[in-house]
């Protein structure tokens, strides 16, 4: 089992180097995270530039949410599919980190957050001296796209996510799963890959997106039949890469979270103008400086994805 102390900031104990093809512009992209300071956040460096090269993953930055989720600088230098690894790094309590990368899209490894989990436990992680602090929701909060909808409330020290999908496709069907995020063993979370529909794949390409998709990083459904020789990794595998996606989202707050989500059919999209909504009022939420004294609480998964291979 893998614990860290929860109350104070974390980074990593050294840097971690990741390589590989990028989903949607099918370049071959190497990104190295870095230890950072307590209260230097996540941010991402783009090194292939030399100006003006700093992008931070806020909420606000967030230019695209078609199939990824894209930040954007000031200056229109941007990073896109950054929820796998954001969902990593919050599912690990990792505070801090500065995170390199060479092109502007990171890597999509094997569609899951499984090998930035595994990589991350194993060059160690940090417990700082500054105590963490957290975003406590005030009151509830709904966002809603024709049936599509996401809302969030207050919860009593605890992030559950209640994510429903609906497809038509009678393999992905309807499903449905709640998971308790600092408390629940998140390995099906974690090893679940993205994924699409055969049928689509050819209007995506022609949209210019998924020109490094394969069976090695994405479950590809075609009628009732799922085209990876290996199936799947998990009964519910494509309702729980869509809670892995909302939880990389909602780390975009810059702090972890409690509260409870309801989510049905929702994404990137939907989770990006909910959190728009919440900060834009500063009586919706608390951030929070978390001691010893005032929360008797984990904040980060007990059994930290332990059966994770």
Not at 169 to 189: H, P, S, W
Not at 204 to 229: F, H, Q, R, T, Y
Not at 264 to 284: A, C, D, I, M, P
Request: net charge positive; charged share 25%; with cysteine.
């Amino acid at each position: 089992m893998f614990l860290v102390s929860y109350l104070n900031q974390k980074t990593i104990s050294k840097s971690v180097l990741f390589s590989g093809v990028a989903l949607h512009s099918g370049l071959n992209v190497n990104i190295c995270i870095k230890p950072a300071q307590p209260n230097f956040g996540i941010v991402f460096k783009r090194i292939d530039i030399k100006n003006n090269n700093l992008v931070y993953p806020n909420f606000m930055n967030v230019t695209n949410t078609s199939l990824n989720t894209t930040i954007e600088n000031e200056f229109g230098v941007k990073v896109s599919t950054i929820e796998h690894l954001m969902g990593a790094l919050f599912g690990l309590g990792i505070d801090n980190a500065l995170i390199e990368i060479d092109n502007e899209e990171v890597p999509i490894l094997d569609g899951s957050a499984k090998e930035f989990i595994q990589k991350i436990i194993s060059s160690g992680i940090k417990v700082c001296d500054a105590p963490i602090k957290i975003i406590k929701i005030n009151k509830k909060i709904e966002y809603s796209d024709g049936a599509r909808f996401i809302s969030i409330q207050p919860s009593v020290l605890s992030l559950n996510i209640d994510f429903e999908l609906k497809y038509k496709n009678k393999k992905i069907g309807n499903q449905r799963n709640k998971v308790k995020v600092y408390e629940d063993d998140l390995t099906n979370v974690y090893n679940s890959r993205t994924f699409c529909l055969y049928e689509d794949i050819e209007l995506i390409k022609k949209n210019g997106l998924a020109k490094g998709g394969s069976l090695s990083n994405a479950i590809v459904v075609k009628d009732n039949e799922i085209l990876n020789p290996e199936g799947l990794r998990n009964e519910k595998e494509f309702v729980n890469h869509k809670i892995l996606d909302c939880i990389g989202d909602l780390y975009t707050s810059g702090y972890r979270i409690v509260a409870d989500v309801v989510c049905s059919q929702g994404g990137h999209y939907l989770t990006n103008r909910l959190l728009r909504k919440v900060f834009q009022n500063k009586e919706n939420f608390s951030i929070i400086e978390i001691k010893e004294k005032n929360l008797p609480h984990t904040l980060i998964n007990r059994n930290l994805l332990r059966s994770i291979a």
